[in-house]
């Protein structure tokens, strides 16, 4: 294993120092691992927090700014954030209007941000939860009750982020992100694996020739080993898991994702075929994302997004963001 | 190998059609290989293209757009584009002020925009040209005479393309893209080589426990092999190449960049040893940047690009852009 680190203890307090320095619009509280938005609270602003392991950057913490998250809550790699972060996060941000919780589904966080609502909400603090589940690769895993949640994240938080920043209420914010994540589905591609830099090791096994079909974003298995093909027929395969799960049709907005060691030249094939898939159903892709957003690690290969648009989330999705990873209009 | 391509030969039309459908301000002239701005040339502002092998995106079509590039023209993967490719962006982008050529130092790529620019001249079109040779490691390599051009050009091309776009003559838009090259230095670390998809297998072999100092972007030999060692060495290597070479001071703009397969968050980890070294000199990053910008395939490493500021530099640094890969202020 080599990685860019100074010791498998120090990742994440090292990477959040690298953050705050980069990043002046941040406030970093490195020892209790919470990013925050240097502007602080804006009273009567729905405040919005999200967090779980490291390992998926940008997600969480690139996301933090104007238009989008007040504070994201890192913990370890692959990790839920403990209560505390999410508390201290939650309180923090509250501008009087409440704090909405955009919580991904896995097992380990959703029981964390409840906990932390609960004692939020006794410290004084409206909070409501959105629970992203838009992965359709597999009912159940390895952490997860239900559908995991994965790219469809960053679509809530951009929206949801948006509907806070002009105002809405508390209630109003949280049927948008609930929303954004009933319309959106996603599904992955694993060209390799992953490797932590605790295990030192890949966490699964995947031969020369060999992909897994609906991974998760820890190395979670998928749906299925395949041989390895040509990038068309990879996309066509999540692109019929998607379809089948919810018919796609109009506009919609579609993300392909890499998962952290996958180049941007391939990640614009893949989108090629997208675009070509979703141009035979008579669908569009009006609004898009190519990049790493929700990564594994040094993990090889590519999830697809994609949310049913309508003129309301157009409108949210097109507002301004400026955060270290998404920035437009502004 | 495993990449998610549909075959060697048609990576790079693949990836245009993709970088087309994904964002609708370019035009992408497939056939040819070119990428313009889709709103075409403004009367009286000087045009800007560049161009070189592809795998290295971003760069250069991903820095197309308002307040950057007017046209890009890939090659294939690690190979110059041709003179035809350049003289078509030239002339197509001229809108009467003439048009700036931005030319990484490889062997290839000079004698071809030479060429281009000469035929360019004798259709009517003043070209200037501005030479990127940043990077520290090595006099001369293998694709190389004098300095490779990398990371600088990033920092070039935004520069210019402000002072382009702010109206500046073409002899001005020369002077100030020739400044910031001369201003900035580069130095890598390859953790790894990377494939390309027509040899199929690394362009050269690394050790389990060994890094390249001094990498090149297509896999050059560096200065050094060296064993493996924590983050914060092996930036201090590359600070002190830059350091020795242009000596650091007051203002800088500095881009930790990853090579392709490198996890964000290991180069937010680098990124904060980074700032501490300049802290430690007395100098200050006032301004950065975090992520993939001249990318090696899926080569994991790093680069770290530093340019010494002055006032006009941080204006048009800081003034708008609008390209896939960098976007602010507008």
Redo the contacts between chains.
Sequence with gaps: M??????VES??P??????A??HPGLRVDVENQIVFRDSGPRPGKVGLVSGGG??H??LHA?FVGYGMLDAACPGEIFTSPVPDQMIEATTAVDGGAGVLHIVKNYTGDVLNFQLAAELSAEEGVEVASVLVDDDVAVRDSLHTAGRRGTGATVFVEKIAGAAAESGAPLAEVARVAGTVNARSRSFGVA??ACTTPAAGRPTFALG??E?ELGIGIHGEPGRARSA?R???E?VRVAMDALHEDLPLSGDVLVMVNGM????????????????AYLAEKGVT?AR?L?G?YV?S??M???SITVCLLDDELVRLWDAPV?TPAL????
């Excluded at 080599?2 to 010791?7: A, E, R, S």
């Excluded at 090292?14 to 953050?19: E, H, K, M, Q, S």
């Excluded at 060691?261 to 675009?275: D, N, W």
């Design positions: 080599k990685k860019l680190i100074n010791g990742v994440v090292d990477a959040l120092r690298g953050i320095a980069a490291s390992g950057e940008p690139g060209l390799s020369d020739t992909v390895m040509p990038a068309a990879l952290g060691a996958t180049p941007l030249i391939e990640l614009y094939v893949a989108f090629a075929e997208v675009s892709a898009s190519v790493d990564t690690l040094d090889q290969g590519f400026e920035r437009w209009g502004r």
